[in-house]
């Protein structure tokens, strides 16, 4: 019976343990994510029509990785000037930000205990711009394939890294929610920011992948 007290009386503070723990495995990972390459090749996009390529369109970023990207957040435009580019632009800054201060924001809740509630909110605001991110480069690495004989495929290239962010940014929501004060707390904000930055990702994938799409095929 005592023994059954004990293990009552110190499973907040184990689940808060084991939590923070899971929350830092998250942050290693996003921060491991900033140095691993945004696509399977170099970004650019190809619009493919057999038997003959029609055109490339390159995207002039400074690196391949997103390290890279949030050094230039805020000097010279990674695209080309035109409205849907210049959207991209300002997508893929933004993304690149709001995963650096999710997993900066989810940092210091793990050494301050009474802010862990806030650790949900900072992975769903890490989600948000790894999705804004996916969204951009979905729609920019697209290759749209006709042969006349089978219906026209999309083919993407796309490296690991925005798996990494992923993950690392679910294990500080799942962390996080383990290591309130509050079970659950911040879950379900991070949750809804999730979701949205995932329809918004989506939307992105679409209206740039069709820009660059039609652009190389009139421009050819």
Do not use: C, Y
């Amino acid at each position: 019976m005592v023994g059954g007290a004990a293990k009552l009386a110190t499973l907040p503070l184990r689940r808060r343990l084991i939590g923070a723990g899971i929350m830092l495995v998250g942050v290693f990972l996003v921060g491991l994510g900033f140095f691993v390459d945004l696509t399977g090749n170099p970004l650019h996009a190809n619009v493919i029509v057999a038997p003959q390529q029609l055109g490339a369109v390159q995207i002039p970023l400074s690196s391949h990785n997103a390290a890279g990207i949030l050094q230039h957040a805020f000097d010279h435009p990674l695209f080309t000037a035109n409205t849907v580019r210049q959207l991209s632009d300002v997508a893929v800054r933004g993304g690149v930000i709001l995963m650096a201060a999710g997993a900066a924001i989810a940092l210091v809740t793990v050494f301050i205990p009474p802010l862990r509630g806030f650790a949900g909110l900072a992975a769903g605001l890490g989600l948000f711009g790894d999705a804004a991110l996916a969204g951009v480069l979905f729609g920019e690495n697209a290759r749209l394939s006709v042969d006349f004989s089978h219906n026209p495929q999309i083919h993407v290239d796309m490296g690991t890294a925005l798996w990494v962010f992923a993950i690392g940014f679910g294990a500080i929501l799942v962390g996080g929610a383990l290591a309130a004060w509050r079970p659950l707390a911040g879950l379900f904000s991070g949750l809804g920011l999730a979701l949205t930055g995932a329809g918004f990702g989506a939307s992105l994938a679409l209206v740039v992948g069709g820009n660059h799409l039609i652009a190389g095929l009139i421009g050819h």
